[in-house]
């Protein structure tokens, strides 16, 4: 779990603020939830026999002795919302939500125990429209980030029923090579084959690689769809490899199903990760609703950016307050107040704790504002104020007071 620190957490706004405005100017609002819910929750949903479920909840008993989880992931917790306040009766939603999401993991690099998701639903959707248009913001994102290194993958799950024709094939190749597979897929063989393709075991991709593939075996309404959404993809000039072992890591989801993966992170490559859950809504006892969605890792997001050389804006004030003399100290703090309250959106940091001319401008240095605004016994007399520039060579000039807010307005302009 990590504390993001002062000199990290501009970027982290920066980057969660460009999502934000970019998802709500596709018309997605934001749903906040809560971090805990019950435990039942997560098993029906995410699935019993994967990673998540089987060893990397938080689980604990409340007070009442009922079984809590801190989530893993958002999903869950926005279908369930939309069931329990009715959201789904006739309606359709697109939503957005962001946070920490928690999972007992073996931390190393881009792999953390508390991490952060921006997360997209949209519910009451079939698609392949909006399969489409969800890969597509995401594809703008990465262009308005100037993030280059980054790949789409894509596949399609099918249905639940020709998943458990599939099912059989798979359970029937991996039994012909059991004494090469590992404890958990051996484990997996019986309740959930497809999870042996979501191994993260280098000594199990061989005999992974060579398993029949669900595209082969696909429905002729999700072979359809997966064409529709190959066919927008293409208009939009969206470049994706096609990847048939990419199942997800969550049992809830079916048809599409993609990943943006990086090759700059490495092991941990997968950025950003979603897929259609049709089935979801009515497992957890709403009316069928199909819904698709993807999240966002934001921590892998930080370092991407990084990495393909992004620098977040600077947050600094455009003003420093010099002020030395007690008189020109109690001046200065109506003085701030009246500039915050004249100059719209200036950034004003007055100087606390007195000090001398010197020490006080060495700390205007240090907070990167643009202008000092020194105030002295000599300056309250004349009734104007000193505005030295600190990022260039400029000389410093004298404001008349009454003129300051204006000066102010048109420099900062
Ligand atoms: P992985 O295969 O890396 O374990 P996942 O399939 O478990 O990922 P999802 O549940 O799909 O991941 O979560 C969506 C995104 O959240 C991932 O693409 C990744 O960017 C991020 N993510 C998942 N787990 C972690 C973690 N423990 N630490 C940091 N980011 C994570
Ligand atoms: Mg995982």
Not at 366 to 372: I, V
């Amino acid at each position: 779990m990590n504390d993001i620190l002062p000199d990290a957490s501009g970027t982290w706004q920066f980057l969660e603020q460009t999502i934000q405005d970019l998802v709500q100017s596709y018309g997605y609002t934001e749903i906040r939830l809560p971090l805990l819910e019950y435990t039942e929750l997560f098993r029906r949903s995410i699935g019993e026999v994967t990673d998540i479920v089987e060893k990397e909840m938080y689980t604990f008993l409340d007070r009442n002795e009922e079984s809590l989880t801190l989530r893993p992931e958002a999903t869950a917790s926005v279908v369930r919302a939309a069931i329990e306040n009715g959201l789904l009766h006739n309606q359709r939603h697109k939503l957005w939500t962001a946070g920490p999401m928690f999972r007992y993991e073996k931390p190393q690099q881009g792999r953390y125990r508390q991490f952060h998701q921006f997360d997209v639903e949209a519910l009451g959707f079939d698609g392949p429209d909006i399969d489409a248009e969800l890969i597509i913001m995401t594809a703008r994102m990465w262009r308005q980030l100037g993030i280059d290194r980054i790949a789409l993958e894509i596949n399609s799950l099918g249905s639940p029923e020709s998943r458990a024709g599939y099912r059989k094939a798979l359970v029937s190749y991996f039994s012909g090579v059991k004494n090469r597979l590992d404890d958990d897929s051996i484990r997996r063989l019986e309740q959930n084959p497809l999870r042996i393709l979501d191994s993260k075991n280098p000594e199990m991709q061989e005999i992974i690689a060579a398993a029949p593939v669900m595209l082969d075996v696909l429905d002729d309404d999700s072979a359809k769809h997966f064409a529709g959404l190959r066919a927008l993809l293409d208009a939009a000039g969206v470049a994706y490899s096609v990847n048939p072992r990419l199942v997800r890591g969550l049992d809830y989801y079916n048809r599409t199903v993609f990943e943006w993966v990086t090759d700059a992170l490495g092991a941990q490559g997968a950025v950003c990760s979603g897929g259609r859950y049709d089935g979801l809504v009515e497992k957890l006892g709403g009316r069928a609703t199909p819904a698709v969605g993807w999240a966002m890792g934001m921590e892998r997001l930080v370092a991407l950016y990084a990495a393909c050389g992004g620098k977040a804006p600077v947050q600094t004030a455009d003003v420093y307050l010099v002020a030395v003399g007690d008189a020109a100290e109690r001046r200065a703090f109506s003085l701030v107040e009246e500039l915050r309250s004249g100059v719209d959106g200036i950034r004003i940091e007055l100087n606390l704790g007195g000090g001398s001319f010197k020490s006080q401008l060495k700390r205007a240095d240090k907070s990167n504002a643009t202008y000092a605004l020194i105030l002295g016994e000599q300056e309250l007399a004349d009734g104007n104020i000193g505005l030295k520039p600190l990022r260039s060579a400029d000389e410093q000039i004298s404001v008349a007071m009454d003129e300051l807010a204006a000066t102010l307005a048109a420099r900062l302009a």
